[in-house]
């Protein structure tokens, strides 16, 4: 039972939930602060996931970054 992979990534879905939610809601609210929150956890993840595979592929990936 592996995970299914979606259509859209869990940070698109969030920014479009966000997006549709917060025009209605106060920026106080509780629910859109949630929703901030995971849309922020999940943009630290794919930074830290990005930051992980340059810094493992050493100097090639600063090659590769630049190019």
Same mark, same amino acid.
């Given at each position: 039972?592996?995970?299914?992979?979606?259509?859209?990534?869990? &940070?698109? @879905?969030?920014?479009?939930? #966000?997006?549709?939610?917060? =025009?209605?809601? +106060?920026?106080?609210?509780?629910?859109?602060? !949630?929703?901030?929150?995971?849309?922020?956890? &999940?943009? @630290?993840?794919?930074?830290? #996931?990005?930051?992980?595979? =340059?810094?493992? +592929?050493?100097?090639?990936?600063?090659?590769? !970054?630049?190019?």
């Amino acid at each position: 039972m592996a995970k299914k992979t979606a259509a859209e990534s869990d &940070e698109t @879905r969030l920014k479009k939930k #966000l997006s549709t939610t917060g =025009k209605d809601k +106060a920026s106080g609210d509780a629910a859109v602060r !949630a929703l901030r929150k995971r849309l922020k956890r &999940e943009q @630290r993840r794919r930074r830290a #996931l990005a930051l992980r595979k =340059k810094h493992a +592929a050493g100097s090639k990936g600063d090659a590769k !970054a630049s190019a």
